[in-house]
Nanobody, 127 residues
Framework: QVQLVESGGGSVQSGGSLRLSCAASGYTYSSYYMAWFRQAPGKERAGVAAIDSIGSTAYTDSVKGRFTISQDNAKNTLYLQMNSLKPEDTAMYYC?????????????????????WGQGTHVTVSS
């Protein structure tokens, strides 16, 4: 049973930074994608950034140049460094994991291919 536990959310002013972490355990994928999604009130959950087991990354356009996804395989931890935060980044942020083939087939920033999800950590950015 895969467990994903997010941490690092909080409140920050516009222009500030936060680093989210996702501790993973019970992993069985030999090749995989891990990703960060976010969901603002009244909106659908949307992909923010993804990384595969060999380190290839993908970002949604609105965060390119501001957010960086990374992973520490020794610690089984996924990170999202968020800089130059904007009020529109306010959302619940979720960590997700899925097998590489199905994620690639369905879209690396689509919720459809990810089978394991954390409980989320909230980020609030004030203007």
């Amino acid at each position: 049973q895969v467990q994903l536990v997010e941490s690092g959310g909080g409140s920050v002013q516009s222009g500030g930074s936060l680093r989210l972490s996702c501790a993973a355990s019970g992993y069985t994928y030999s090749s995989y994608y891990m990703a960060w999604f976010r969901q603002a009130p009244g909106k659908e959950r949307a992909g923010v950034a993804a990384i595969d087991s060999i380190g290839s990354t993908a970002y949604t356009d609105s965060v390119k140049g501001r957010f960086t996804i990374s992973q520490d395989n020794a610690k089984n931890t996924l990170y999202l460094q968020m800089n130059s935060l904007k009020p529109e980044d306010t959302a619940m942020y979720y960590c997700a994991a899925g097998g590489m083939t199905i994620v690639q087939d369905l879209g690396v920033l689509s919720v459809l291919g990810y089978t394991d999800w954390g409980q989320g950590t909230h980020v609030t950015v004030s203007s």
